[in-house]
């Protein structure tokens, strides 16, 4: 298939590229270092310096013999997103091709105004370029497990069926995003259904939790092809941090009272999710929904991880509750539905101490690089 990977130097759009060209997919992996730049303006920069996107095509090209296109452009401009279709001809398209984080979208109005720019933007120019050059294609989207929320029922996966004065109909599930980034994405989910419906186009729309993991069996141990790891309160995830924060002996940031759950995923499973939704396209006219996490862990849960993990590897490791500077309930009720992907042919990698443990020892490659005043700057939600 030709494969489009739009945001392809990101977290997750590297590991993407390397993924599918090495399982024998004709790639094209387009970005325009958005999150690079915005590392670098608010000095959030990742552990380590991660080669540019042509670099890492070149790298990857010598390590496995295979190719990975690259262009490099803004996917909000139509003259620049046109073009690229128009050339390649996509079979599918994997848009991750957003500003993915929660607490930069909080920063101020600047930053939320780039947030809703950008990701709306993108995804208008994606849903507009697939009408009008590749209609037959299959669009794989990244969502959030976040544009549900928490709420106090359980969450299906994607629909919902109600039952009202004697009548029943199926319905997006209700959601209720905790940031304006994952709000972006609510507004992306119903922009892809109202053209779903429209148009007949056909999405796959990822609900996905919190990813860990840096290594792949693409990347192995070459250090030149592993993705971006982010430690700082803005672009790192929860797990990501906790580990940086262990091997340089800063007391684990736990926010509140650490009950917040989440469906979290390592990196290899989030692409052998999209790997499956790529190899198996919704049909004509469908919104399809998956849930995409592998298993739930509280923020107490994931502490306790690492500080068990630590001890293993003669790290003293500090837990520490903080004032938590988001809005966000601490305690709550969690039972998403995930089975969506389980059916299709996912084998879960859960989180088991020889897991930690090895991305602890990846982390502690870098310890002279880590700079502790990254870790906590307090970014509040509230005015
Ligand atoms: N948390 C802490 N301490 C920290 C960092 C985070 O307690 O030092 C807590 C947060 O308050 C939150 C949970 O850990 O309750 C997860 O936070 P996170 O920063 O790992 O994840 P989040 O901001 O939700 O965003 C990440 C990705 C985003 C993706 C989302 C999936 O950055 O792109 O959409 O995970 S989900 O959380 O399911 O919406």
Redesign the pocket.
């Known amino acids: 298939m030709k494969v489009l990977i739009l945001g392809g130097d990101g977290y997750i759009g590297w590991p993407t590229a390397m993924k599918l060209s090495a399982t024998g997919h004709e790639v094209m992996a387009v970005d325009n270092y958005l999150r690079r730049r915005l590392m670098r303006d608010i000095d959030c920069e990742a552990l380590f310096e991660v080669p540019n996107l042509h670099e890492r095509a070149r790298v990857w090209e010598e390590s496995s013999g295979k190719s990975v296109e690259v262009r490099i452009g803004d996917l909000d401009d139509w003259s620049f997103i046109s073009s690229i279709f128009e050339e390649f001809k996509p079979d599918s398209i994997i848009h991750y091709a957003e500003q ?4 930069y979208s909080m920063l101020d109005r600047r930053a939320a105004r780039l947030t809703l720019d950008n990701n709306l933007g993108v995804t208008f120019n994606v849903i507009q370029a697939m009408a009008e050059y590749t209609p037959e294609a299959h669009l794989v989207k ?6 549900y929320g928490t709420p106090n029922i359980d969450i299906e996966e994607g629909w919902i069926e109600i039952e009202h004065k004697g009548r029943s109909d199926k319905f997006l599930f209700p959601r209720a995003a ?2 304006f ?2 709000t972006t ?1 609510v507004l992306d989910t119903d922009m892809l259904w109202f053209y779903v419906r429209v148009w007949g186009l056909r999405v796959t729309d990822l ?5 860990y993991g840096l290594a792949t069996e693409e990347s192995g141990e070459d250090d030149r092809l592993y993705s971006f790891l982010n430690y700082d ?1 803005v ?8 580990m940086v ?1 262990a091997v340089a002996g800063y007391p ?5 009272r ?1 009950g ?1 759950t ?2 979290y995923l390592h990196l290899k499973d989030a692409l052998q999710c999209v790997q499956l939704a790529v190899e198996t396209p919704a049909d004509k006219g469908e919104l399809r929904v998956f849930n995409q ?1 592998v298993e739930t862990f509280s ?1 107490n849960d ?1 502490a306790e991880l690492v500080r068990k993990s630590g001890e293993r590897l003669g790290l003293q490791v500090e837990v520490k509750n ?1 004032p ?3 809005k ?1 309930a601490e305690e709550h009720y969690y039972n998403p539905a995930h089975t969506g992907l389980i059916d299709l042919g996912l084998q879960p990698n859960k989180l088991t101490d020889e897991v930690v443990d090895h991305m602890m020892e990846i982390t502690m490659r870098y310890r002279d690089q880590i700079s502790t005043d990254r ?2 700057r307090g970014v509040k939600w509230k005015k």
Do not use: D
């Open positions: 993915p984080s929660a607490p990244l969502g959030t497990m976040g544009e905790g940031s980034y994952h994405k609900m996905q939790g919190p990813v309160e672009f790192g995830t929860v797990l990501n941090r906790f924060q684990l940031t736990v926010y509140g650490g917040q989440r469906g996490f923020v994931l903080l938590n500077p988001r966000e870790i906590f």
